[in-house]
């Protein structure tokens, strides 16, 4: 258990300091969403393993249950709702649960981190950025004089 808190503490932690590396290194932010991204699947098959090991069931992708989860989870994303609604529910609902969020929390990470690289390879690295910026108003001073 003590591991499976650590993945979900290191996901986070690497989404935030990859968002504040941002300013000063866009490499370093793709690479921190890439380790956050492998937190969250560590996680995520600890969770599968949770539901195995205790021959609890893991709904099935096109499953009612699994259907309504992933309609309720993609229209809560604050943590106050899920900590009133899963005291009420099975062990089995809550890691089925948490295997729902950490799926579409993938989507969204992947999707972000394909923005980032192609941004990266459209537009460079910050270095590259503040040339081009650099230039453009060494161009504009001489044009004034």
């Known amino acids: 258990m003590d591991q499976m808190i650590q993945a979900a503490r290191s996901g986070k932690q690497n ?5 504040a590396a941002s300013t000063t290194s866009r490499e ?3 690479k ?3 380790v956050a991204k492998a937190s969250f ?4 098959l600890d969770y599968e393993d949770y539901l195995r090991v205790r021959d609890l069931e893991l709904w ?4 009612a ?7 309720v989870c993609s229209k809560h994303n604050d943590s106050a709702f899920y900590r009133n609604a899963l005291p009420k529910r ?14 579409q929390e993938d989507v969204f990470l992947r999707k972000l981190i394909n ?5 990266f390879i459209k537009k460079g690295g910050i270095r590259e950025e503040m040339s081009r910026v650099r230039r453009k108003w060494r161009d504009n001073d001489n044009n004034k004089q």
């Not at 989404?15 to 968002?19: M, N, T, V």
């Not at 699947?41 to 995520?44: M, N």
């Open 65 to 71: 249950k699994a259907l309504q989860a992933r309609i």
């Open 32 to 34: 921190l969403m890439n």
């Open 115 to 119: 923005r980032l690289k192609s941004d």
């Open 90 to 103: 099975t062990d089995e609902a809550i890691a089925n649960i948490a295997i729902t969020l950490l799926h």
């Open 41 to 44: 699947q560590e996680l995520l």
């Open 60 to 63: 099935s992708e096109n499953s």
């Open 15 to 19: 989404i935030a300091e990859g968002s």
């Open 28 to 30: 370093t932010e793709i």
